[in-house]
């Protein structure tokens, strides 16, 4: 079966049957401080893998100025779920954004979907023709401790679709060779060290994470692997 399939056929959906519609706040954080502090206008926003949409809706409402929100997915469950929204200020295509060339924005979101695509190379180059500017989201999933625990990333494989593995360089060096420059970059933390944790062992790992990230940023993400990268870029 190819990767993209899940998607497709439901897979994807039985395995994560809310899209993770829950991470959208937490994502709208990060989103809107790196927009914020690097303050450009905008009227177009593109969400290329919106899933459930939840994500479009929560920025919409935070930026009330901008007149175009559309969000595209190859999945007919995520789009399905977006339509529930029922908001009119956001329009939902179940779509390839990049087999419409008439389609362009002036901002395009890329939330945690870089790991999901096979040529991520190729598509990189691709995307680069549909905006001036891009919201990337991407997981640090190499790390000190998934090196020692490859089942960690097995279980990213299997649950929610990860293919390929990042350190922050590697990023970086991916987004420069594919024609990007990086304007601004941020760590996303985790969501489990920004809720409370229930048991001894939960607890015991958020401080030490925490810990080790009020010492060295760069250093933490190395160690755990449980951090992000929000990138504004051209």
Not at 26 to 46: C, E, G, H, T, Y
Not at 132 to 145: A, G, K, Q, T
Not at 158 to 165: A, L, N, P, R
């Amino acid at each position: 079966m190819k990767r993209t399939e899940m998607y497709q056929d439901g897979l994807y959906f039985e395995k994560n049957p809310t899209w993770d519609a829950a991470d959208a706040v937490w994502k709208v954080k990060w989103i809107k401080q790196i927009l914020d502090r690097n303050a450009f206008s905008f009227d177009k926003v593109a969400d290329l893998g919106c899933g459930s949409g939840t994500l479009l809706q929560q920025l919409c409402n935070l930026y009330p100025a901008v007149k175009s929100w559309e969000g595209y997915d190859i999945s007919p469950q995520a789009i399905a779920l977006a339509n529930q929204l029922k908001d009119p200020r956001i329009s939902f295509f179940n779509q390839d954004l990049l087999s419409n060339a008439d389609k362009q924005a002036d901002l395009l979101l890329m939330i945690d979907v870089v790991e999901h695509v096979a040529d991520y190379y190729g598509f990189l180059e691709k995307v680069k023709k549909k905006s001036e500017y891009f919201v990337f989201h991407i997981p640090l999933d190499l790390s000190c401790r998934t090196l020692l625990k490859p089942h960690v990333l097995l279980q990213q494989r299997e649950s929610v679709g990860h293919i390929h593995y990042f350190s922050k360089e590697m990023v970086l060096w991916m987004l420069k060779d594919t024609g990007y420059e990086v304007m601004d970059w941020i760590y996303s933390k985790p969501l489990l060290d920004l809720v409370p944790q229930q048991s001894v062992k939960g607890k015991i790992k958020k401080g030490l994470r925490n810990l080790s990230y009020s010492i060295s940023k760069d250093k933490s993400a190395k160690l755990w692997g449980v951090y992000s990268m929000m990138i504004l870029a051209k």
